[in-house]
């Protein structure tokens, strides 16, 4: 396995974790550099004191292409389709998903209509052309596009996943036109029907290209100006990772890149203990994320919304199933008119921070209110590498909510930790019981900074029996993406019947997906042993608008395969709905194949016994105050590194490291296992 540095961008801290050689682990936390997030990464690089020269492998994840569109500060963009269908990327769906809203409005375009051309020139539905492509009208519009400014063109045709011929045309005229002009085809980005969602997801692209693509460049000559001579891979949504160079066509497919190796690491944690159901949950300085792992398989959906179902932007490729709420530790808390009590979404992030960061920040927030509450040690924070300010914490919770609601100050900080602990279940909800699993079949993997703070109380509230805090908690999901497989996605439009199926037509569309996926992995230098094919297809019974994905078999498409996939299809389709329909003709509408590989034999992930840093207690604790739902009690305070494997911890009890806290409450049992994870058991 080659030495590898993995770097996580967050709201709050930039997260490293490298793994040398030898089998030794460092790792660290800075402050994230919104000014500059490229001189966040090198500042984890040089606090670590990582010497980039002896790494073979930079893995990255990074929240860039995500907040560039929550944000709205892309590019400006034009957008090139069919005459006629201009308007289909601002009428949607034509639904209202907050039917009870009357203040709702609807998403607002990326591209103003006075950007989007249509062009003469028709596909049918099965690739074969109806009207010729106008060139003419393709350059026009170019050249009034770049004579406004606009800095990057999406290209989306009707029907032409079915045949690219029109986009890949106006590509080449954009190319005469306007070289210096970022360009998405939607062909190149997938190959599926759904015209409204396939736009949105090319507009994304093309929208966050050349704010990506200079960030990924500029960090690429960063490293290489550091001596780094490896490979520099990019955390992709999916759970896997690409490299720099198709981050830079494809930055749409970084959308939720930190978060996703997290999900990853807390399915092979959860394998490796021999709890196959596991619910990851990971509570940064900004945000708390929810996943589910159902018998040790992560949850990958292709319908997802950036910024929200209710007014986001439909993005239609595999992304790991994430619930994510504004609650984090930099969570401001604040009242509203009538005087309740909110905490977030809006956070402190890392500049000015909590006020008890003492970096100018006036607002209270989550932390601060752990840290009231003892949770926290005022000086054992990152290690003792930062101090915080109890009593700039307590004059900002007291001014700010306590004297305003006639609560004491701790009545008030416990009130921001109810309320944040309230919002942040129902992600573990919507992951499980919306999705018909019982959380008391699973348990809980805790990890950023904040998540084994938080995480106990969760559960108790969710009936969930056990809670894991793995090694490393704090950089968790940059641990993941040390030994996350090179991945790639490819779909294809084929709606037929099955009864009278061309067979040779869909081994020829699986053949040509195969040899793409085979270039890809080569060229981003995966060895062709290393790497595993999986093919899939979207079945539906005639009638039907939405499919569901049936694996498909090792060999090619036969009469035989066809009767196996029906019959999976069936048991699925019941599973799922509670009924079938064998009389029923079923349709395929898509095949799918993902391709995954590895550098090396030795890249799985495997979990053992990590030296902790931070301060020895040898093996005495120290105790502290700390404040419950039941009252103020004295804890235990261990710390991380002097704990040893079996170990059992009754709660009330404090773990502390160098990157998180970890809270035993009153009642809890903590074990400590030999792979070094904390195992809590929570009482019913």
């Given amino acids: 396995m080659g030495a590898r540095v993995a770097v996580d961008?967050?709201?709050?801290?930039?997260?490293?974790?490298?793994?040398?050689?030898?089998?030794?682990?460092?790792?660290?936390?800075?402050?994230?550099?919104?000014?500059d997030l490229a001189r966040g990464v090198l500042d984890c690089v040089n606090k670590a004191n990582v010497n980039l020269p002896d790494f073979e492998f930079f893995i990255h994840g990074t929240t860039i292409a995500i907040n560039t569109v929550i944000q709205r500060k892309g590019a400006k963009t034009g957008l090139l389709t069919t005459k006629g269908f201009r308007d289909v990327y601002e009428i949607g769906r034509s639904n209202r998903p907050d039917a009870y809203n009357l203040a709702y409005q609807r998403p607002v375009p990326l591209i103003p209509r006075e950007l989007r051309y249509g062009i003469t020139g028709r596909l049918a539905s099965t690739g074969k052309v109806r009207e010729q492509l106008d060139e003419n009208e393709v350059r026009t519009a170019v050249r009034e596009l770049k004579a406004v400014g606009v800095k990057s063109i999406a290209v989306v045709f009707l029907h032409c996943y079915a045949n690219p011929e029109h986009e890949e045309r106006a590509g080449q005229i954009i190319a005469e036109e306007y070289p210096e002009c970022f360009v998405s085809l939607s062909h190149n980005i997938l190959r599926e029907f759904r015209e409204y969602e396939r736009t949105s997801t090319t507009v994304l692209n093309a929208y966050i290209a050349p704010i990506v693509s200079d960030y990924v460049i500029g960090l690429d000559k960063a490293l290489r100006d550091a001596a780094f001579p490896g490979n520099f891979m990019i955390m992709q949504s999916n759970g896997g990772t690409m490299s720099a160079s198709t981050a830079r066509d494809l930055p749409v497919a970084m959308m939720e890149s930190g978060p996703v190796a997290g999900v990853i690491g807390s399915g092979s944690l959860g394998q490796a203990l021999g709890m196959p159901n596991v619910i990851s949950f990971d509570m940064g300085g900004t945000t708390a994320k929810s996943s589910l792992v159902a018998d040790g398989e992560?949850?990958?959906?292709?319908?997802?919304?950036?910024?929200?179902?209710?007014?986001?932007?439909?993005?239609?490729l595999p992304v790991v199933d994430i619930v994510e709420v504004g609650t984090g530790g930099g969570s401001i808390a604040w009242l509203d008119e009538a005087?309740?009590?909110?905490?977030?979404p809006i956070s402190a992030g890392s500049d000015p921070g909590p006020v008890c960061y003492n970096n100018g920040g006036t607002s209270p927030t989550v932390t601060d209110a752990n840290l009231i509450l003892g949770r926290l040690d005022p000086k054992n924070f990152l290690g003792g590498e930062m101090t915080l300010a109890l009593d700039k914490a307590v004059a900002a919770m007291r001014d700010k909510i306590a004297t305003p609601l006639k609560m004491t100050v701790e009545e008030a900080a416990l009130g921001v930790i109810k309320i944040a602990d309230a919002k942040m279940s129902l992600t573990v909800r919507e992951v499980s019981v919306a999705k018909g699993h019982d959380p008391r079949d699973f348990a809980l993997v805790a990890s950023g900074g904040a998540g084994p703070l938080h995480a106990a109380s969760i559960a108790r509230e969710l009936s969930i029996p056990k809670v894991i805090v793995p090694e490393l908690p704090g950089t968790f999901s940059a641990f993941g993406m040390l030994f996350a497989d090179v991945r790639h996605d490819y779909v294809q439009t084929n709606i037929r019947p099955m009864k009278g199926l061309d067979l040779n037509e869909v081994n020829a569309v699986f053949k040509r997906m195969g040899e793409e996926a085979v270039a890809t992995l080569e060229r981003e230098g995966v060895p062709k042993r290393l790497s595993l094919m999986t093919r899939t297809v979207d079945l539906r019974y005639r009638g039907q608008e939405y499919t569901l994905s049936v694996n498909v078999p090792a060999g090619e498409f036969d009469a035989a395969m066809l009767v196996k996939l029906r019959a999976s299809f069936e048991e699925l389709h019941y599973a799922r709905y509670q009924h079938a329909a064998p009389e029923e003709e079923v349709e395929i509408v898509n095949l799918r194949m993902s391709s995954a590989g590895r550098f090396s034999e030795q890249d799985a992930m495997s979990f053992k016994r990590i030296t902790q840093g931070g301060v020895s207690d040898g093996g005495k604790p120290r105790t502290r105050r700390v404040v419950f739902e039941d009252g103020a009690v004295e804890c235990q305070v261990f710390q991380r590194g002097s704990v040893a494997p079996g170990q059992i911890i009754e709660g009330p009890a404090v773990i502390e490291e160098l990157v998180s806290t970890t809270i035993v409450p009153p009642g809890d049992r903590a074990t400590i296992h030999e792979c070094g994870a904390i195992i809590i058991d929570i009482r019913s």
Avoid at 22 to 30: F, M, Q
Avoid at 308 to 315: I, L, Q, S
């Fill in 9 to 35: 961008i967050g709201g709050t801290f930039t997260d490293l974790v490298a793994l040398f050689d030898d089998g030794r682990i460092a790792y660290t936390k800075a402050l994230t550099t919104y000014d």
């Fill in 339 to 344: 005087g309740g009590l909110k905490v977030g």
């Fill in 298 to 316: 992560v949850r990958v959906v292709t319908g997802y919304f950036i910024g929200g179902y209710e007014t986001g932007h439909p993005m239609l």
